[in-house]
Structures are given as structure tokens and as C-alpha cells.
């Protein structure tokens, strides 16, 4: 057990115990849950919408070249500037090229987990660029110094009362405020912030490559004003996001939003196609987007796991996850947590780092069951153990063990030998510490097979 390993069992084992995170996720859960089912009973079919989504994704992953290559092309024919990024310093040494050469000081952003995913904030505080998260939920966890919980909704470990206490704290305002004079309170302050921003970022929920744009799904319409308002528009997104084609959006929007927070459509839907064109008085005056990499292309060479490239981050594998449901989003220590969380964070982080996290997984299977793009997520998080053993496990006195245990339980009728002293030795020794601190490890009384004849005699 490494150190990574050690911490995450520490802070799962506290936060699992901590009361007051238990009641504000089991009350944000219970609302998504009851939104999802109202969501679910509007569709004759919803398989069928999951199957048309799931094998439009499959398509372009195994056409990925050829289909990135259609959305270049046609993007830059709508004179959008097209950046490849190997990695999160390419990402980032871009994005301060246009920053310098704009002599930017303000940003604004749109919700976008790629972001997070290569620390843009840090990287644009540490350039002393004002950016200002306007999201209201990643707002708060922005003015909060925290990372985002859950990947669809950032604040949902907060309750109201600690956004009250939040904003009194960093506001002065009233701490008995109602959500409607909080939510206000923001909308005036991020007004401000649209107008005076140099450069807008957003990320992409869909990168469409027919009509070499961009498709953005949010409910507060913050991300077409982080777009449109100020002179340049960034967009960051990761490889995996392409489709083939608009017209498959008319099933991924309302997949994506059914499964995200239970809605028929999200508020906001929309296509970007570039900067403002000749004529047209509003919208940004350039428009770059870049293709992040960051082992993506390594992920698609793996047999199994590659399938969780079609992900398109609805977030209902979290939700669905019992896991998640206790140890909450910061236990993970990925920018993705939750199952796919677990089966992404090894191959972007390295397996020495979150190997542990295919653990951190009962194999219920209700994350996969849920699952609109129909990904085995459980099965992955077994390859993903498989790997783990393999590629960090596998040597010294674990070895050893292994062999020791495969012989046994190769030859099961040697568990009935010996005296249930040295079993409970060898029990108390080598296994009490996995069963958890808040449980006691049974005793071996006697074998199984003695129970159960004296049972038949009985
Ligand atoms: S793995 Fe599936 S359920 Fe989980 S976030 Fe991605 S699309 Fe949604």
C-alpha cells in the first residue's frame, strides 16, 4: 500500500463518518433522483436513445483520426484558429501565447473539466490574469479555493447554509439571504466581469466535425457570455469529445441532459462556428480552439479501457455510484472521480498515483447499468485492477503470497486442513488491517465442509 493509497483510505474512512457531508449529499441526491425518474418516464425508449448515442461515439473513436482531421479542416474553413496539444504544458504554453499577444488581464470562464484537468486557474493566477470561474456553482467553489466536486455539479457537497456562510464571510452579506438574493448577488458581479473580460474560455461538450464547430450544453447562459462578449474566444477540449455530425446532437443533447440532472433538454444549447462573421454586429472578433491530447491517444491503444473514451461526462455513474455516495468527490484526488473517475485517473495520473481507485469499487454494476453511453465501467475498473497488479503489484513478497494463495485456492480441499489457530494467524496477520479499522475480522471456528455434513446429519 502506497502513500496515495494510505491517504485515500484515511479520507475515505473520515469523510465516510462525517454526518453533516452525509446529510447535504444524501439531500442533493435524492433531488437528482427524483428529477432523473420524472426525466426517464418521458422516454417510450430510453435504450434505444442510449444504444443510438453509444454507437455514433464507438464510430468516431474508431474512425478518431480521420474524423479530428474533418472537424480541422472545416473549422478552419470557418476561420477558426485549430491548435494541437500534445499535453497540459502544450494547452497551456498556447493559451499564454494568445494572452500575451492579446496583453490580456481578464478572463472569464465557462464550467469545462479540461480546464481543471490541466490547472488552468493556478496556471493563469501565476501569470497574474484576473480569471473569474461564472458558473454559479464553480463560482462558489472558486471564491470557496476549492476544486470542483462532481463533474456536472461542483457544489453539491455545499449546502445552503454554507454558501450562506461563504458569502457573508467574503461578501458581508446577510447570512439568512435566500438563494434567490445569492444567485442575484453573483448575476450582478459576473455582469460586470462579461464586459470588462479581454478573452473568454469555454470548453466543449461536443466537437461536431461536419460543421467544424462546437456544441456547449449549461443552464445559465454564462457560457454564451464568457463566448460572445469579449474580443477573443478560447475553447479547450479533449480529443474524445468529436462526433461526426450535427444531426446526432438532436439525440446527445437530450440523452446528455436526461442523465445529468433528469431534464428534458438543458436550458442552453449551442453551436459555435467561429468569430463574428462580416455583417454580423455581435460575437467574439477570433475564435481558437485547442485539441487536447494528454494521453488520450495512449488510452485508445488499450484493449478494454479505450471504451472510456466515449464518456460524454454526464455524470450519472457518480450519482449512481454507492461509493461516491460516501466518500464524496475529493476523496478520488482526480480531476474525474466517481467510476469513470477510477478507471481515467490511472492512465492520466499514473497507476502509481490512483491504481488504487479501481478498488474503491463494490463491482454492483449499477454504474454501468446507467450508463447512456452503455460503457462496462465495472468491467473496466477490473481490467484497470488487473493492470495495477501487473504493472506495480507483481514482484517481491506480494508475488510470493499470490503464488501461495493460487496454489490454495487452486486446491480447495487444503482450506479444511490445519488448526483454525494458524488460519486466524495468518488472518489476523495478514488480512485484519483490509477489513477496516470499524469491523472485526470473524474467526475460524470450523471448516465449512465439517459444518455443513454435521448440518446434513442433523
Ligand atoms: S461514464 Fe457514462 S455515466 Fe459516467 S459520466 Fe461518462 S457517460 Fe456518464
Redesign the pocket.
Known sequence: MNTYYKKFIKRSEEISFDLNHRKTIQFNMSKYDAAVACGMSRYADIEKAKEHIAAKKRKALQNFDETLLTFEKNAQKNGIHVHWALDTKEALEQIGKIIDEKQAKKIVKMKSMTSEEVEMNEFLEHKKIEVVETDLGEFIVQVAGEKPYH?VTPAMHKSKKDVNELFHRLYDMDENSTAEEMTEFVRQLLRKKFTEADIGITGANFIIADIGGIGTVENEGNGIMSASFPKTHIVLAGIEKVIPSMHDLGTFWPTLAV?GTGQAVTVYNTIYTGARKNGEDFGPEEMHIILLDNKRTELLAEEFQSD?LA????????NACPVYRNIGGYTYESTYS???GSVLAPFYQGFDISGHLSYACTICGK?TE????K?D?HMLLLHNRQKDVEELGNKGFFAFFMTIYQFFSLHSSFFGIGMAKIKNFFAQTFAKNGFGKKRSLPEFKEPFRKQFEKRKKS
Open positions: 463533474i442523465h472510456s464518456c460524454i461526462r454526464c455524470g450519472a455513474c457518480l466517481g467510476p469513470i454504474c446507467v450508463c447512456p453511453e460503457i465501467l
